[in-house]
């Protein structure tokens, strides 16, 4: 990784109030039975003792639908580990929003789920590492995962929840891909999101051990094209390509503080899930500072909103519009300068580096996974 000192985020002018967010992503917590290496969450992560209490997540809730979110997607870590996690989908629900909860299913019972249910929660979005316990195992570092996944999973069809299974794919399943996708059906699911790995906080950490190889990214599109084709009408199919063999950037979060807002376990307000590798940004807190106020003015929000802040290159580009410049943490990562082009774009000097990583990275066998790790 290209290591330069970042230019200071320049305090941004006034400007008009912003659209209300759509979407609300609540990492109620971090802790995590499973320990996968392509976990998006940063390296620090929050301890049991620093996580929003139960009435705390519920005037977040209360004050999240007043500024027009829809749609709470409750994440972590594994939500589950809250042992009041019913209790907090009632209070989503009470304040009218949509609830979508992010699961590795660990930690969920048939009965559990009969009271998720009961108290209102409208969608589950199941994670698979693997498809078999061999593979899923041991990229969840979590020995039996698979086989209780496979049981939380027959009762969520019981219930008949809306599933959309969630598979993150890396080097080491993607040869699995097409079985991935018969897995989804077989469980019921409506939709699969295939989201190869976006390399932020643990996953930039085990970027070299789950960088995918040229061939198997081209072999991913071609499954998927086959997949969509023989799924059709039966089973939804969204793939997320790796964006590091793209030519352009995607549109990350849909433009820096435009739709959606992640909220940390501590209650930390973040403009999106990995934005605390942006040195420089002031996070501020829900504890302490209405929401309302930290979506419309505050400094982390406005650094990257529109597109006064960009680069020239992108200002002066006719895709600004489109992918508003790309990712910023992924610019920080790589080109050190969260300001920068996100170095993907063709366009970018920094292109060059980022396909001599990835050429590096996919030239010699992976290292191990390096799991991750509550800090003890
Ligand atoms: Fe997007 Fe900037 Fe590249 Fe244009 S130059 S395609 S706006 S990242
Ligand atoms: Fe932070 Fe893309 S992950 S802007």
Redesign the pocket.
């Known amino acids: 990784m290209t290591v330069v000192h970042p230019t200071p985020i320049p305090v941004q002018p006034v400007r008009p109030r912003p659209e209300p967010p759509l979407a609300m992503l609540a990492e109620l917590t971090h802790r995590c039975p499973l320990a996968c290496p392509y976990c998006s969450n940063p390296l620090e992560l929050t301890r049991r003792e620093g996580e929003l209490t139960t009435g705390q997540w519920a005037e977040v809730f209360r004050q999240a639908a007043d500024l027009g979110v829809l749609q709470l997607h409750l994440s972590g870590g594994e939500p589950a580990s809250r042992p009041d996690l019913v209790q907090i989908v009632a209070a989503a629900r009470e304040a009218g929003l949509y609830t979508n909860l992010i699961t590795s299913g660990i930690g969920l019972t048939g009965r559990r789920l009969d009271e998720l249910d009961a108290a209102g929660l409208d969608h589950v979005q199941l994670s698979v590492q693997g498809v078999n316990a061999g593979i899923a195992d041991h990229v969840g570092g979590y020995k039996g995962g698979f086989d209780r996944k496979m049981l939380v999973a027959a009762e969520i069809a019981r219930i008949g929840f809306p599933l959309t299974i969630n598979a993150v794919m890396h080097r080491h399943n993607l040869g699995d891909l097409a079985a991935t996708i018969a897995l989804a059906h077989q469980l019921g699911a409506r939709r699969i999101e295939i989201a190869c790995v976006q390399f932020q906080g643990w996953a930039l950490k085990n970027r070299a051990a789950l960088q995918p190889t040229r061939e198997q990214v081209e072999e991913a599109k071609r499954t998927v094209a086959q997949a969509r084709a023989d799924y059709a009408g039966r089973l939804a199919i969204d793939f997320v390509p790796p964006d590091y063999f793209a030519d ?2 995607k549109a990350c979060m849909n433009g820096w503080g435009s739709t959606g807002l992640n909220i940390a376990p501590d209650g930390k307000v973040l403009p999106c899930h990995a934005a605390e590798i942006i040195p420089g940004l002031q996070f501020q807190n829900v504890v302490t500072t209405p929401l309302a106020e930290i979506w419309n003015g505050g400094p982390a929000f406005n650094a990257f909103r529109g597109t006064d802040w ?1 680069p020239e ?2 200002q002066a ?1 006719d ?2 519009d ?2 508003y ?2 990712c910023r943490c992924q610019a920080m990562a790589i080109a050190g300068d969260a300001r920068a ?2 170095p993907v ?1 063709r ?2 000097p920094h292109r060059a580096a980022l396909d001599a990583l990835i050429a590096a990275e996919t030239s010699v066998a992976p290292p191990p996974f390096e799991y991750r790790r509550m800090p003890r």
């Open positions: 352009f950037p960009m290159l992108c580009c895709r600004r489109t992918d410049g790309g082009t996100d774009c366009r970018s």
